[in-house]
């Protein structure tokens, strides 16, 4: 397989990761097996031997995210681990996170804000300029007088750290 090919899979996936993990949250019921099923489409990505002829890269991207999130849910029902919406809180008449919601995502956008914060300078800059300023790797590229590619190392490690970070 070569390199490109796997590159252009895995970029994809971070440009799709919220669309995505937002539709596993739906599909499984619960961000975090969402975000474990996104975690673990990287890596079979990252395992691939070959990447097959595809007209539709984002279609092949879902699916193997759908067929992880499949073994996921037999898994769970293996385990008995299978809950219902009211036990999950879902029933809630307000709409309103819980209070320990709240806090649980506090702490986490404080994690993520910190790791952002040890992120190297350069680094730092190119993520913040992708993800809060909305630019793309061309213009960021640009703007920095540096290539497209290391943008995409730039983003790529910086979201593998923060990851890491949220995650441990």
Not at 4 to 10: E, S
Not at 17 to 29: A, C, M, N, S, W
Not at 133 to 159: F, N, Q, T, W, Y
């Amino acid at each position: 397989m070569a390199a490109d090919d796997r590159f252009t899979l895995l970029r994809l996936l971070l440009a799709h990761y919220e669309e995505l993990t937002g539709y596993l949250t739906r599909r499984l019921g619960s961000p975090g097996a969402a975000r474990d099923v996104v975690h673990d489409t990287y890596l079979r990505l990252q395992g691939l031997e070959t990447v097959p002829e595809l007209s539709n890269p984002r279609a092949y991207l879902y699916r193997i995210a759908d067929n992880i999130a499949l073994d996921h849910l037999r898994a769970d029902g293996r385990r008995g681990q299978r809950f219902v919406a009211e036990e999950l809180g879902a029933d809630r008449e307000s709409g309103e996170p819980s209070a320990e919601d709240v806090l649980v995502q506090r702490q986490r956008l404080g994690r993520l804000a910190a790791a952002v914060d040890d992120l190297p300078p350069r680094q730092r800059e190119v993520f913040l300029m992708h993800k809060f300023d909305g630019l793309g790797h061309a213009e960021i590229a640009r703007r920095l007088g540096i290539s497209r590619s290391m943008v995409e190392k730039h983003i790529m490690r910086a979201m593998a750290y923060c990851r890491d970070r949220l995650d441990p």
